[in-house]
């Protein structure tokens, strides 16, 4: 997705705006811009690839300025190429602008303009709010934003500067993300706190039909109908460090390995061993319905709907509650009966994801309570839901998500040991499941003392060209989630499947060519899961098993063990996890990928 780094203060504007931008790397982009303003003047660099091609236009170039604009793009209208790159201008080089979303009526306002003698540059739809604003000015520049908010139709977050509004930066937001940034060197404004929390940790969310104005000394905020907003700076956990390698090759293999942290983090303060029941603050709005709550149904997309696929395992376990779990994107077109009392449960890493927030607004017009499990604060996920819980996994900056997994599989599980224990769930066995959780980070840090075992394994495998990956019950999702990480990061193709299917086709592509990962603890469908690793070595199938620390017998059958330590059976793809992580990873590696920032992909998808 497009990344957007705003700045205006006392400091000098180009190393801050070309340092954000590198924050947003991970959002994925192909192209990168900036605008900075030094009294009447501009100065706009932009370049097609890799923010370092950026910056080897700039060498040696002198760039004063304390104010400017600066973007990634992820092409969504036209070509990667500089002249779509952003910012975009007027025919008269007054007004640049930069934006994340879609004009969604650009071709009838770019027609019209162009029928007016305006020359379009682009082949982008940004390019029309140039033109707009500069022909909506009339000594306001924010006042020329307000009016183009109400031309334009679709989603928008963008930032402007004009050189006749010297000193001033203007944000509007309709749908793509805006976050302002206070501190006492000036002010920002970023898609996303990673770009700015290297100066400040104190942040105002814009939120939709929202603009502000911002100047070196202050800023203020109105709605699209120019009715003024205050609304006080929150504090973000997340620091500098937070987004920093610290020494790992990758953010996604630094991730992975905050694990034991990250699920410590999850159950930090939520745990009242003596009487089984963990405390989960943020859903006490709502608890009086939640706690007679007996239909639920789950919302997500990616790893975060295979997370809430191992939910529904986890609240059939310890609940008498009955779960759906609901592709977003399929949800929000469904004609949808809600039985009276029921919640709607968004899981969403960014709380951005475009597909899930159109999945909850549609889930709360047909009147669900909603419920969200969201990492960054302040959201739109977290704030359009009535209540939820929060991560406080710092930020997850590699595309492909790993401690977020985990972490939302830990709240869940929390969140079933609460709500069970108000139904049938007794004291004794909550008590066992807060033990077996307690036990998780250390179990987590025996799975990564395995990595060069796991890497080994990866060595063996990196250059079949297609995968399976199978697991039952509780680890079908994590063979689905295992299959997701390998593509996205090595684009080896991999299908996860429900065990049980084989027979019912995918046992015609087995071979010798295709490694099979079975997802095989002890637990309840042990015996069903060797019989299929049978079935896979019986057609000469490599196998892979991820099975439970010690078992000798899988030894003597597949081809290669990742052991896991012994936990309860709805914790097993915790572990498991862990071990489709590493795999997918040092696949990636062997294979030279650009693991933190695969092709094509986004680490929020704000668009649809
Ligand atoms: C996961 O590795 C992917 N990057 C992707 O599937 C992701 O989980 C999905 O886009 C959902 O994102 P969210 O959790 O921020 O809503």
Redesign the pocket.
């Known amino acids: 997705m497009c990344g957007i780094v705003c700045y205006v203060g006392s400091k000098p504007a180009k190393p801050i705006l070309l340092k954000g931008l590198k924050q947003l790397e991970y959002r994925g982009y192909d192209s990168s811009g900036f605008a900075i303003q030094n009294g009447d003047q501009i100065e706009c660099h932009r370049a097609a690839g890799k923010i370092a091609e950026l910056e080897k236009k700039l060498n040696g170039l002198d760039i004063k300025g304390s104010m400017g604009i600066a973007h990634t793009r992820w092409a969504t209208h036209g070509e990667p190429t500089e002249e779509n790159a952003h910012p975009h201008r007027d025919n008269d080089e007054n007004v640049f602008v930069i934006h994340n979303g879609i004009i969604e009526n650009f071709y009838a306002l770019k027609k019209r303009l162009e029928k007016d003698g305006v020359v379009f540059r682009s082949e982008t739809d940004t390019e029309v709010l140039a033109h707009l604003i500069s022909l909506n000015f009339d000594g306001s520049l924010s006042e020329a934003v307000r009016k183009t908010m109400s031309q334009v139709e679709g989603t928008f977050g963008m930032a402007v500067i004009n050189r006749r509004s010297p000193g001033e930066i203007v944000i509007a937001r309709r749908g793509s993300p805006l976050i302002i940034g206070v501190s006492e060197d000036g002010h920002f404004a970023a898609s996303d706190v990673a770009a700015m929390v290297r100066y400040t940790n104190k942040v105002v969310h814009l939120q939709d039909n929202e603009l502000a104005t911002l100047t070196r000394e202050d800023f203020s905020m109105s709605t699209a109908q120019a009715k003024p907003v205050e609304r006080s700076a929150e504090t973000v956990e997340w620091r500098a460090e937070d987004t920093e390698l610290n020494g790992f090759p990758h953010y996604m293999l630094k991730e992975i390995y905050e694990q034991p942290e990250t699920i410590k983090n999850a159950m930090r303060g939520r745990l009242e061993t003596g009487e089984g029941v963990p405390k989960l603050g943020g859903i006490m709005p709502v608890w009086d319905r939640l706690k007679e709550c007996r239909h639920m149904v789950i919302v997500?997309?990616?790893?975060?709907?295979?997370a809430g696929c191992v939910g529904r395992y986890i609240f059939e376990k310890l609940t008498e509650i009955d779960v759906d779990v609901e592709l977003?994107s399929e949800f929000r077109y469904r004609k949808l009966n809600f039985a009276p009392n029921t919640f709607v449960i968004?899981?969403?890493?960014?709380?951005?994801?475009a597909?899930?927030l159109a999945a909850i607004r549609e889930a709360k017009r047909k009147g669900a309570s909603l419920l969200g499990i969201v990492?960054?604060v302040g959201s739109s996920?977290s704030r359009e839901t009535e209540a939820g819980v929060y991560n406080h996994a710092g930020p997850e900056i590699?595309?492909?998500?790993?401690k977020?997994?985990t972490s939302?599989l830990t709240i869940l599980v929390l969140l079933a040991i609460l709500l069970g224990r108000h139904q049938n769930l007794s004291l004794t066995e909550g008590v066992e499941v807060i033990h077996a959780l307690e036990a998780l980070s250390d179990q987590v840090g025996t799975v990564l003392s395995q990595a060069n075992h796991i890497e080994a394994i990866a060595e063996k495998y990196f250059n079949y060209n297609n995968w399976l990956f199978l697991g039952r019950k509780y680890n079908y999702p994590i063979a689905m989630?295992g299959a997701?990480?390998l593509k996205?990061?090595s684009y080896i193709h991999a299908e996860g499947y429900p065990a049980g299917e084989m027979k019912h086709g995918p046992i015609a592509l087995i071979s010798p060519e295709m490694p099979t990962v079975a997802i095989v603890p002890r637990d309840e469908m042990y015996e069903k899961m060797i019989s299929n690793i049978q079935e896979v070595k019986s057609r000469r199938g490599p196998v892979i098993a991820i099975t439970t620390l010690g078992d000798d017998r899988i030894k003597e059958i597949a081809d290669d063990v990742i052991e896991i330590p012994p936990t309860l059976s709805f914790l097993n793809p915790i572990l498991a996890a862990v071990a489709c992580q590493l795999l997918s990873y040092y696949c990636a590696n062997f294979l030279n990928r650009d693991i933190d920032m695969p092709r094509n992909?986004?680490?929020?998808?704000t668009v649809e």
């Open positions: 997500a997309c990616g790893t975060s709907y295979y977003a968004a899981i969403s890493q960014s709380g951005e994801t597909d899930t990492n960054v996920i590699g595309v492909a998500s790993t977020i997994f939302q989630e997701l990480k996205e990061i992909l986004a680490k929020s998808v």
